[in-house]
């Protein structure tokens, strides 16, 4: 199994699907394709939140690989992640495995994807060197990476600090990670924080608001702290959007108090 | 084969497909992971149209499932449905067979996911209940699902009703269903009503439009009432946005009159 | 594989995915289901860019299928395209192959799909045409659709113009071709043309600019061109939105001079 994991939208994945499919039979899962730009925080937060749920495989991530960054593989136990070495692969890493081991791409090329790429060339590392890395390191094996000529030991960047919240006695400080379609904001305080607290009444950025299990729960126009389904603390208003009802964004600070 | 649909956006189904791959090979169609979140007719609507066209299959559905619904594994024929015990999953399973038999999740775990949730958890249904289960039934065979050990026979909560456009000799009445990414209001009302009234005039909530076969029929600005890629009726405007040229939105109430 | 493109968004694609499912274990890729409904330039576009990345492959495009547009089979080389007759396949058939055989859809029908349609029904041709040939050529094999007996050898259309930006002394002209989800536009100028020019001064449409490897380079509230991940020329700004930032949407002439 192969999975990708990208900032680039669409139609632009559909491109390195085509490129592992040359290469590979393997299943394709996509994670995502929204991971914002430019919070490689949030997206190690989504990647160390996911990635533990699969079985092992090859994770692509290219998402921010910024013209400066090297390109990674990354062992950790079974699974193995190919990407771009901006610290955003390390935090699922280490979620997945106690150790890992960090390669550089040395020198690579057959047809369809090669590094390093020919002089003024347009090469797009997600599908010219993430994508067939991807495929070569799932059809030699996990377990096999460092029999690959192409990589080369290395040590990797620092991990990007995935954004913990905290929690103290009177106040749990966290951030906005996403904002979903319905304009929920989702936050990275753990959902669980809320149990045995229905009903409560509670501040968000002082801005009152209740802890109900749902929305609905409420009447139109009431501010909601719920738990949501991505396992942590959502805010939203019962008949409208959460973002508006909370004046708040993807990254802004998120202070609740009892 | 193993459908999903969800009412989480992204990036959360990712989860779901995790705990499935974790236990079955199964193929894994997406169906959709944008079903809103308070028209639980909605969902059943659209479930009821798109899943007779699927062969056999496990049908996962993570919609709504709120915190105080019971989970439910329900046999239609040769496919089986695994979700929330809030109707949602009666009306297509009655469209798939004339009849099926209800489960209820007694006990179940492996590790990867269970029912009951250990007490004080952040257990998230579609990741932690209805995947596992889902690959389960799977594995198990669709017709062998009255043989495990953790379903019991129920009788299920009242299916939720499907909204029902009435069609009378001067007015139809129906639905907003849904907005695409154009602004095009998607209805429930069957498209080949207008099947023979190319270029009639219509009024749709009292606004003059013209029944089209695409917006790019007539002249910029004008509104068009049409058959679209949904088979029912859809409202749009040359250069605009349905919702706006209509002052309609989702859930809103639809009577066009000839 | 089959690959799909359609302009229907969600939640109708997985209609075709279904029936396509029905009659083939094929692995199923999704290109992209936002392509724009009156653009078939934009899409012969994107197809042509993207589809020379995959393997042999049977290539279903349910794009802006009209009510007057016969369907068509396309062969080129070893993949094959399923779709209509408006142009819109044979850029992307050119670039996979030097010659290519357009075949007519004639009769067939099975039960989940059939051409023609019954008289009166609502027939939906990603769902019910193009969907089962798909599959069926897929199961016949590319290079033996001259032997479906449903086909009959045909000229097809003129292919649209996909559009090309033209290089001049001191101006380049292009179009945006798309939006992303950050307001990025994103043109078909390709992106190597800003080798070399990091931090050159340039006027888009007028408005002046600078060429950068990515947004984060300059300070907030500054306008950026830059070689995106899609290989083309993208208009950005710093913390805003691009399309804001250079008046610009998708189908808007860009014109960039030195």
Redesign the interface.
Known sequence: ?I?LSS??????P??M???I??HSEA?????????P??SAQTTAF?LR???P???PAVHLV?VAP??DRAELVVRAGEHAFVGPDNGVLLPPARELADDYEAYRLAEFGDG?GSWPPDP???T?R??DVFAPMAAHVHEQGVTKVDAIDALEPTTAEEPVSVPEPTVEDDAIRGEVLAV???GTAVTNI???LL?DHDGTHVRVNGTAAQVR????AVEAGKRVVT?G???TVELTINGGRGTNAFSVHTGSDVVLRW
């Not at 900032?7 to 632009?12: I, L, V």
């Not at 299943?27 to 991971?35: E, S």
């Not at 299990?213 to 609905?216: L, M």
């Open positions: 199994m999975t900032d680039s939208g669409s139609p632009y559909a491109a699907k085509g490129v499919a040359q299943r394709l899962v996509d994670v995502a394709h929204q991971f730009r430019q989504w939140e996911l990635l749920y699969f079985p290219a910024g013209p369809t003024g060339s347009s797009f997600g599908r979903d379609d319905f753990p959902g669980d149990t299990r749902s929305a609905a738990a389904s991505h396992g």
